[in-house]
C-alpha cells in the first residue's frame, strides 16, 4: 500500500493553463505539505496544513492554491501556469508538526 | 530562520571507499534532525532521524550520523559504499515549533563500481 500518493506523476502542459495536482496519504498523519524541488534539486516548502487548517504559506504567487478536504488529502491548484512553474512537486506528510515526513514519489510538471 | 548547508555537492568516489557528508545549520534552540536520500528518480526516503538520546544514531542501509551540539553539525557517514548507494543526500532540520522541514541544497552522490 502507497503511504503517500501523487497523481499525476508526470504533467505536461501550455503556459497559462490550470492544473490540479491531488496527493492523499493513508498514514493516519495530522500534518500534510507541499514541497517544491527545482532543477537543482533545492527542496523548498511551500504550504503546509494541519488537521486541515493552513498552518505555513510560504512566498509562493496566489496563483498557487492548496485545498485540503479532509485530514488524508491536499490538493495543489495552479492557475496561469508559467514556464517557471515546471518543476517536480511533492506532497508530504508527518504524524506531528515536528516529526519526520514521509514522502509521495512527486509530480514532474513541465510547462511548455 | 534556520538554513541548513551541505557542502562538496557533487562526490564521485569508488565502490568500497568511505562516505562523509557533512551538514550544519545555523538555529540555536532545540532542533530534529534527519537524512534523507533520494535514488535516481525516485522520491526522498528516510535513511535517519536524531530527535535526542544518543547523538550517533544508526540508520538503514549501513549510514549513520553523529549530532554534534557545539558544532551545529549533523554529518553521515558510511564506512564502505556501494554502488547502489548512488543518489542525492538531503539534510533536513526541523526547529522545534517551526512546523516544516529546512532542507540543505543536497550532496549528489556517484560511486563507481
Known amino acids: 500500500d502507497t503511504a503517500v500518493s501523487q497523481t499525476p506523476k508526470y504533467l505536461v502542459t501550455q503556459m497559462g493553463n490550470d492544473k490540479s495536482i491531488k496527493c492523499e496519504q493513508n498514514l493516519g498523519h495530522d500534518t500534510m505539505y507541499w514541497y517544491k524541488q527545482d532543477s537543482k534539486k533545492f527542496l523548498k516548502i511551500m504550504f503546509s496544513?494541519?488537521?486541515?487548517?493552513?498552518?505555513i504559506n510560504e512566498t509562493v504567487p496566489n496563483r498557487f492554491s492548496p485545498k485540503s478536504p479532509d485530514k488524508a488529502h491536499l490538493n495543489l491548484h495552479i492557475n496561469s501556469l508559467e514556464l517557471g512553474d515546471s518543476a517536480v512537486y511533492f506532497c508530504a506528510s508527518s504524524r506531528e508538526r515536528d516529526t519526520e515526513a514521509f514522502f509521495g514519489q512527486g509530480t514532474r510538471l513541465t510547462v511548455v | 530562520a534556520q538554513s541548513v548547508s551541505q557542502h562538496n555537492h557533487h562526490v564521485i568516489l569508488s565502490e568500497a571507499a568511505s562516505l562523509e557528508l557533512g551538514c550544519n545549520y545555523s538555529y540555536g534552540g532545540t532542533v530534529n534532525l534527519f537524512w534523507y536520500v533520494q535514488y535516481p528518480g525516485q522520491h526522498l526516503q528516510l535513511l535517519l532521524k536524531y530527535f535526542s538520546g544518543d547523538p550517533l544514531v544508526k540508520g538503514i542501509k549501513g549510514f549513520e550520523a553523529e549530532f554534534i551540539k557545539s558544532k551545529f553539525s549533523f554529518n553521515l557517514r558510511k564506512p564502505s559504499v556501494q554502488w547502489s548507494d548512488t543518489a542525492e543526500y538531503f539534510c533536513?532540520?526541523?526547529?522545534?515549533?517551526?512546523?516544516?522541514?529546512?532542507f540543505g541544497k543536497g550532496n549528489q552522490v556517484v560511486v563507481i563500481p
Open positions: 533536513a532540520v526541523n526547529a522545534l515549533g517551526n512546523n516544516r522541514l529546512a
Open positions: 496544513y494541519n488537521n486541515k487548517e493552513l498552518i
